[in-house]
């Protein structure tokens, strides 16, 4: 916790931290006592104008969890982005990061993840079942997805020659010999340039 000061102000607690106010100035010197001293952080603690500068310190997962309870699980967006901690007694998840802390990233990699598809495009991308991973637009598809959905109603899907998919055209099949061409095209290219560098 941040100690009492007679020019700080109370103490401000939310999810992920404790902070209070700065109401008057310090001197460079006093301010790096303190940091040193308290092990708190000195930066904008109300980020709202006019801004509001003072010390802020990182709550531990065990505060949390002494407020909340023990975390249920850890969520992720379908694109990999981390969106935090489920806990039983917050209504919302909280963007937790353990900043290192090795006992604390034991906790949080032991906690069974769950993928958030919220924005995510609702097509098929390959014969084996695979989602498509760009974001949707109009009626839950992607523009690629989109324009395979409505052949698809129709009835005007082509298979490709090569491979028997109808998820690309035969131009794009990774079997076309056109396709297998370049591709061999490009790593000769490649290896031109790792020999030279």
Known sequence: MIPEHEDLGD?????????????????????????????VAFCFVEQVYPWTWGFSKLRPLQSLIEEYGNPIHREEK?????LGLEFPKSKYLIEFYSYGDKEEDKIIESLPLVICNDGRCNG????????????????????????????VKAGKLRECKYCSSTYHSTRSCELNPKMVAEKERIDAILKKMELKA
């Open 11 to 39: 103490l401000v607690t939310t999810e992920t931290e404790w902070y209070r106010p700065l109401y008057s100035h310090w001197e460079e010197e006093d301010l790096d006592k303190f940091q040193e001293e308290n092990g």
């Open 124 to 151: 098929i991308i390959n014969m084996e079942g695979d989602r498509c991973n760009k974001r949707n637009h109009e009626g839950g598809f992607c523009a690629t997805c989109k324009n395979y959905n409505d052949k």
């Open 78 to 82: 379908w694109n990999g982005k981390y």
